[in-house]
Antibody, heavy 115, light 108 residues
Framework: QVQLQESGPGLVKPSETLSLTCTVS????????WSWLRQPPGKGLEWLGY???????NYNPSLKRRVTISVDTSKNQFSLKVNSVTAADTAVYYC?????????WGRGALVTVSS | EIVMTQSPATLSVSPGESATLSCRAS??????LAWYQQKPGQAPRLLIY???TRATGIPARFSGSGSGTEFTLTISSLQSEDFAVYYC??????????FGQGTKVDIK
């Protein structure tokens, strides 16, 4: 059974960089796309982008300039960076496997942007 | 960007009854449509993909239909664990793989 687990700071200051890592267990990262999504409190889901296990990426244009996704298959991990954060970036951040569709999800990590 | 519109926003249903949720795409997404269930404090769970294929372990009371721009998720004989928010998502067009705003199914 594939499992994903997000990790990283739960509090980030405005204008700084949000960094999260997703660790994949129970399966190989090969042949799949690996995604980051977020959900602001009480709101719907937003896809931030995804990365193929080879390293090729696709980002949501609404966030493209601020988002970077990377992968380290030797560690079975992929990571998210969002720079220049504001309060609007406060959300639960999810990592997920894109088969397609999004068939395995992490539990989510709440990241609050506040000074 | 493809806009996904779900209706109704909230659906009040009694246990044992059926629920029909709708999802409309602003342009054709073929059959590249998935449905997810999300309970409070939990990650979304895949229910249906390819518009009508149930994901592994999903009970037969969940069924999906439609193609092009109109899609339906039907939950027959609602159980207590089915009260949740349901999202549709298109994956025919990138960027991005857009979600609907969700339909909340609550107890009548």
């Amino acid at each position: 059974q594939v499992q994903l687990q997000e990790s990283g700071p739960g509090l980030v200051k405005p204008s700084e960089t949000l960094s999260l890592t997703c660790t994949v267990s129970g399966g190989s990262m090969s042949e799949y796309y690996w995604s980051w999504l977020r959900q602001p409190p009480g709101k719907g889901l937003e896809w931030l982008g995804y990365i193929y296990y080879t390293g090729s990426t696709n980002y949501n244009p609404s966030l493209k300039r601020r988002v970077t996704i990377s992968v380290d298959t030797s560690k079975n991990q992929f990571s998210l960076k969002v720079n220049s954060v504001t309060a609007a970036d406060t959300a639960v951040y999810y990592c997920a496997r894109w088969a397609p569709p999004l068939d395995y999800w992490g539990r989510g990590a709440l990241v609050t942007v506040s000074s | 960007e493809i806009v996904m519109t779900q209706s109704p926003a909230t659906l009040s249903v009694s246990p044992g009854e059926s629920a029909t949720l709708s999802c409309r795409a602003s342009e054709s997404v073929s059959n590249k449509l998935a449905w997810y269930q999300q309970k409070p404090g939990q990650a979304p769970r895949l229910l249906i993909y390819g518009a009508s294929t149930r994901a592994t372990g999903i009970p037969a009371r969940f069924s999906g239909s439609g193609s092009g721009t109109e899609f339906t998720l039907t939950i027959s004989s609602l159980q207590s664990e089915d009260f949740a928010v349901y999202y549709c998502q298109q994956y025919n067009h990138w960027p991005p793989r857009t979600f609907g705003q969700g339909t909340k199914v609550d107890i009548k």
